[in-house]
């Protein structure tokens, strides 16, 4: 409570402690909780926002990209500034959630969500929120919470379309039973594009689970699968229960996590729909950015930094190196012209 | 005769969101293949299916007056 103290405490949250399943009780549970926030594009940046204000006690977020002009229609934090200095998400989030509210305390982390890090992580997490726009990660996220009995809510949208699931361990049905197997590239914001309400529609539904959960109101659990299209006017409410399947290997009798073995062995990944492959050395290391940065000012290229990342320009890919030694590289799906590119540029 | 609602893709690559189909007695994985023959759907291994509000799986049987709601997973976010 390093920002407004006691009574005022109070007062900021007086409208949550007046809705009567929260109460002062509530607010204090939700004071001691600690999510994790797996990616910030508009559905994190939206779920963050709404968790900071509700008085969340710790949240951690973590995004690998970084802010850019086609965010800023629909990802609430990130003003014109962040992308115009291609201000990584989590710490331009970060920046913005702390104005919001100091009392809670923002871990941001720039970087992968990926297997190590999701386990160190795992043991002191109470919910995870899924704002990533990818089915990889939201496997690797679903055997984790599993892994660690962490309940986890699902969202995904796409033009006027979202979808949304609470899973419970133990309890409900896991995204592996209602899905079967990693989907094929589907439609995604980049080919078909999106409208802000559809993504606030998906994040309200998940905000909304996410307070009863903290405020340990699991009573209140919608337990459905809901799916909405704003533009066309539908909307199902999906019972789901009879799908769980006990030979699951995540959420079955004989769990063997198979997202969190395979994932340790994956070092590239196509960007869904954006043209880009990211690239991730085996072991993350801290390189020094400013001396690559001045290498290929003196080389030629074209070349931008801020203090967490190096954006150089080299025919038509742009490559954005990041301090962790991960790097993007635009203008191209293929992952071979992708290395070719990086070892290009870094050796 | 039972009611097919479509979604997303589906739903732009029919131009309609709901059809009527004589399918009555067969299975959601025959449907499925119908699906796929007569409309090209693809991806429709991951596509979930619920009869009614309830998901369902490839071996339910269809009856009449069933409303069936194909659902496609979207990545986004």
Not at chain 1, 156 to 169: A, D, N
Not at chain 1, 245 to 268: R, V
Not at chain 1, 310 to 321: A, C, G, N, W
Request: proline letters at 4%; aromatic letters at 8%.
């Amino acid at each position: 409570m390093s920002g407004l103290k006691g009574s005022t405490y109070m007062k900021r949250y007086s409208r949550q402690t007046l809705f009567s399943p929260i109460g002062v009780d509530g607010q204090e549970r939700l004071r001691r909780k600690h999510v994790l926030i797996v990616g910030l594009g508009a559905l994190g940046s939206s779920i963050a926002e709404t968790l900071t204000r509700a008085g969340v006690g710790k949240l951690t977020i973590i995004d690998r990209d970084y802010v850019e002009e086609s965010n800023l229609q629909r990802q609430l934090l990130y003003s014109e500034n962040d992308a115009m200095e291609r201000m990584p998400k989590a710490e331009a989030a970060k920046r913005r959630l702390n104005e919001v509210n100091q009392d809670v305390e923002i871990h941001s982390i720039v970087g992968d969500a990926d297997v190590p890090l999701l386990e160190r992580l795992a043991p002191n997490i109470d919910l995870i929120m899924d704002g990533t726009d990818n089915f990889d990660t939201r496997f690797m996220m679903n055997d984790i919470s599993h892994k660690f009995h962490i309940p986890w809510i699902f969202g995904s949208c796409v033009g006027s379309f979202g979808s949304t699931f609470t899973i419970i361990p133990g309890k409900t049905p896991c995204l592996q039973c209602l899905l079967k197997k990693l989907p094929m590239r589907g439609q995604t914001c980049d080919t078909v594009g999106i409208i802000a309400p559809a993504v606030q529609m998906v994040t309200a539904y998940q905000t909304a689970e996410a307070l009863k959960i903290l405020s340990e109101n699991q009573w209140a659990l919608r337990n459905t699968y809901v799916t909405f299209d704003l533009w066309q006017n539908q909307t199902l409410s999906i019972k789901a229960d009879s799908i769980k399947n006990a030979d699951c290997y995540t959420c079955g009798h004989y769990p063997t996590y198979p997202y969190l073995q395979y994932e340790a062995t994956t070092k590239t990944a196509v960007l869904c729909g954006r043209n880009t492959v990211q690239i991730r050395p085996a072991t993350s290391t801290n390189c020094s950015i400013a001396v690559l940065a001045d290498q290929w000012k003196k080389a030629g290229y074209k070349v931008s930094a801020n203090p967490f990342l190096v954006s150089v320009l080299k025919d038509e890919h742009r490559m954005v190196l990041f301090k962790d030694g991960r790097a993007l590289i635009h203008g191209t799906n293929d992952i071979t012209i992708a290395k070719r590119v990086y070892h290009s540029l870094i050796g | 005769m039972i009611k097919l609602l479509l979604f997303a893709q589906f739903r732009d690559q029919i131009g309609k969101q709901e059809m009527q189909f004589p399918i009555e007695g067969k299975t959601v994985k025959e449907l499925k293949e119908i699906l796929k023959e007569s409309y090209s759907f693809d991806e429709l291994d991951s596509v979930m299916v619920a009869i009614n509000e309830e998901f369902v799986t490839d071996q339910e049987i269809i009856r009449e007056g069933d409303i069936i709601a194909l659902i496609p997973p979207v990545s986004g976010g």
